[in-house]
């Protein structure tokens, strides 16, 4: 639920994209907008400034117009975007600032983690076709409102990271459902590194399952709105057409897939950093040094999270994930590393244990082991959307 909360420079809102009203162009703009074009419901985040980072007032305002979508049968798909086409972000995570500033182990830690773990299930198991539109910098929260969906769209101006290990928290969002089932160990791989795909890497990772250019997708979300019904087939048809009118390069990743995937397979962080460290390659010396620069606690976490979650459902994944939550929002990591990163920026984590060795299994049991059963999250075990 990373977010860099950068300041950016606003772009022309909406153009022909999303049709604001007069009320909505008002100073005080809401940070979603919600539109109904034809049988398509739109979703648009609109925190331009703040890269559109996830709040909890957008998630409270999100999930009941999702909810009532997906009862709406003259709703035949959603679509979730960036209300600025020409913004930097589809959803550059969630508002850690907020967390960080409300104090460990806050009622808003319990009640933001809590709500957006069951919007990550709402989506994950969505009745309705859902289409994100992952057009700019997209992580951890952002994450979490995307790969869940039944379709991912990216861009030449997608650029995809989990990069929660810098910040001393672990890929949540159902990071441990759905980076154990990208190729190979692609999944470790991007957990450990926070390694950043760029536009149609985002696609020939898994990430998403379509790459249509950001000149296109006016043109692709006219054709969704023709949609004569729920048919998941006929909207997977619009998409897969303007797939294949888009020029792909070849996956940047493809010659170290090898190295990713003989590394990533390893049974513990430290056999994975001794088997990057045997590789004299410039690009295994950088995931070496990347994986690094992460909090241990948090790396031996996600290494476990993720050996765990391949085996696991939606929401069990996602319900093991709110226990993580609580304990690394009550730790020192989490607050040490945003504190680096937000607050006074360019300083050097002190990490607590400071070492991968002292991170011991008792350590990792108790982040796993279950809350009293008042604080457990409890989801239905739904089926997922074909993701």
């Not at 990713?260 to 430290?270: D, G, H, K, L, Y």
């Amino acid at each position: 639920m990373f977010s860099l909360l950068l300041r950016v420079k606003p772009s022309t809102p909406f153009k022909s994209r999303s049709m604001a009203t007069a009320a909505q162009k008002h100073s005080e703009k809401p940070e979603v907008i919600f539109e109904k074009h034809g049988h398509v419901g739109y979703i648009n985040l609109n925190r331009p400034n703040a890269l559109n980072s996830l709040s909890l007032p957008m998630i409270r305002k999100i999930y009941p117009r999702l909810k009532g979508w997906e009862h709406d049968m003259a709703c035949y798909a959603v679509v979730i975007r960036k209300s600025e086409p020409e913004g930097k972000a589809f959803c550059a995570g969630g508002d850690v600032r907020a967390l960080y500033d409300s104090g460990p182990g806050s009622a808003v830690c319990k009640e933001f983690m809590r709500e957006e773990y069951t919007l990550n299930h709402a989506i994950g198991t969505c009745k309705v076709p859902y289409v994100a539109i992952i057009d700019g910098i997209t992580m951890g929260g952002g994450v979490g409102l995307s790969v869940h969906g039944r379709f991912r769209v990216a861009s030449e101006r997608s650029v995809f990271a989990m990069p929660e290990m810098s910040i001393g928290l672990f890929p949540d969002v159902g990071g441990g459902y759905f980076l154990p089932r990208l190729p190979g160990h692609l999944g470790m791989f991007l957990a450990l590194t926070g390694y950043r795909l760029k536009g149609d890497d985002v696609f020939h990772a898994g990430v998403a399952t379509h790459y249509v250019p950001s000149g296109q997708l006016d043109a692709l979300e006219r054709d969704i709105e023709t949609l004569k019904s729920r048919n998941v087939d006929e909207l997977k048809e619009i998409l897969d057409h303007h797939h294949s009118q888009s020029k792909l390069s070849e996956f940047s990743l493809q010659p170290h897939l090898s190295i990713i995937n003989s590394a990533f397979s390893q049974t513990s962080v430290e056999s994975i950093l001794s088997k990057l460290m045997s590789d004299s390659s410039p690009f295994a010396v950088d995931q070496y040094n990347a994986i690094l620069k992460g909090s241990p606690t948090s790396l031996k976490v996600a290494f476990a999270q993720l050996r765990s979650g391949a085996e696991m459902s939606l929401s069990d994944v996602l319900c093991m994930e709110y226990r993580l939550s609580q304990r690394f929002l009550t730790d020192h990591d989490f607050f040490e590393g945003v504190r680096c990163m937000l607050i006074d920026r360019g300083t050097q984590p002190r990490w607590k244990p400071e070492t991968l060795a002292e991170v011991t299994p008792d350590i990792i049991e108790h982040y796993f082991s279950h809350l009293p059963g008042h604080r457990e999250l409890h989801l239905p075990s739904n089926t997922v959307n074909g993701t």
